[in-house]
């Protein structure tokens, strides 16, 4: 591997001590507004709410709007892996060659308020509105048949971008993504080929899904389902 010369060492500490003195104030947390302790569910509720109000296509006359998009994709993508998260809470360095990337020159306190603005003008009753009409929606194949392209058909990564999607959707997501691979609309891949998530009945699922409270996460509630099974 070849060696980094001293100045692109320099550059790279200087980015990371940036990244660090901008994570002084503000942290990716913040920007979710969730805690540092925050679950899986809690950092997928929060990037679902922000998503549906900083989709580009609901700024059409927003020229960042699209760069705001991927960076939001991008914390999500930091918070929910645990090699990362890990990194992140023991640094505050954000993972990955770019960091955050300049965001043409934003700061990350301007996100923050962006981000915060964008909370303020959601309301539950959005985010519950939304979470009635998307699985099953066009608007979800569509998401999928992009992230499926996106990351070769790793469900794992795919997953992560579809809203409210939780263990136990993933055979019901498995179905589509079978649907559309059918149809010639996308090819079938070895990663794909390893995703084979178990079937539940819709009862189950329907029973899972009631047992859960925002907070929690999905192992929690499929926990306690078994356990009143017994």
């Known amino acids: 591997m070849p060696k980094r010369s001293r100045n692109e060492e320099e550059t790279g500490s200087d980015r990371e001590g940036q990244q660090q ?16 302790a925050a679950t899986t569910s809690e950092i997928k509720k929060a990037y679902h709410r922000l998503a549906l109000s900083c989709h580009p296509d609901k700024h059409p006359d927003d020229p960042e709007a699209k760069d705001r998009f991927q960076q939001l ?6 918070l929910l892996d645990d090699k990362k998260r890990k990194i992140y809470d023991d640094t505050g360095v954000i993972p990955g ?12 306190q301007e996100l923050y308020e962006y981000y915060r603005s964008q909370f303020a003008a959601v309301t539950e009753r959005d985010v519950a509105e939304w979470e009635a009409k998307y699985p099953g929606s066009k608007e979800e194949e569509e998401d999928l048949a992009e992230y499926y392209e996106k990351h070769g058909g790793s469900m794992k990564n795919v997953t992560q971008y579809i809203p409210f999607c939780e263990q136990e959707d993933l055979f019901r997501i498995k179905s589509v993504v079978d649907s559309l691979i059918a149809k010639g609309s996308l090819e ?13 009945s819709d009862a189950q699922v329907a029973a899972i899904k009631a047992k859960r409270v925002p907070e929690e996460g999905w192992e929690e509630a499929a926990e306690e389902l078994v356990a009143t099974e017994k």
């Open 188 to 200: 079938a891949t070895a990663k794909y080929a390893k995703f084979k998530p178990k079937k539940l």
């Open 21 to 36: 003195s901008e994570m002084g104030e503000k942290s990716l947390y913040d920007l979710l507004s969730v805690d540092k």
């Open 97 to 108: 060659e770019d960091g955050m990337g300049d965001l043409d020159g934003k700061s990350f």
């Open 73 to 78: 994709q991008r914390i999500k993508e930091v």
